[in-house]
Nanobody, 123 residues
Framework: QLQLVESGGGLVQPGGSLRLSCAAS????????IGWFRQAPGKEREGVSF????????YYADSVKGRFTISRDNAETTVYLQMNSLKPDDTGVYYC????????????????WGQGSQVTVSS
């Protein structure tokens, strides 16, 4: 059974960078689409970035285009979210999620979720 574990969150100043990792336990991620979502206090969960399975395309929310990059490792066991030029509005709990189909921006379509990783952007 697939399990996901996020890591890499923390406190960073505006303009700084962080890299989040989403590691798979139990199965390869080769055939899974992976989405990164975030949730700020008092706000709904929103999709940030997505990557299709088997070398497929990547997608980004308009709010992070040009600043965030999603990628997979060669072993297909970890998906990364490189976050540059961070802003206070990027603050929230970041979750990775998996589904056995093409990537989707709707959180309800994902079957497996990690526990979340806190990202705080503040001076």
């Amino acid at each position: 059974q697939l399990q996901l574990v996020e890591s890499g969150g923390g406190l960073v100043q505006p303009g700084g960078s962080l890299r989040l990792s989403c590691a798979a336990s139990g199965l390869s991620l080769t055939y899974y689409a992976i989405g990164w979502f975030r949730q700020a206090p008092g706000k709904e969960r929103e999709g940030v970035s997505f990557i299709n399975p088997r070398g497929g395309g990547t997608y980004y929310a308009d709010s992070v285009k040009g600043r965030f990059t999603i990628s997979r490792d060669n072993a297909e066991t970890t998906v990364y979210l490189q976050m540059n030029s961070l802003k206070p509005d990027d603050t929230g709990v970041y979750y990775c999620a998996a589904r056995t189909n093409q990537a989707a921006m709707t959180a309800a379509l994902y079957d497996t979720w990690g526990q979340g990783s806190q990202v705080t952007v503040s001076s």
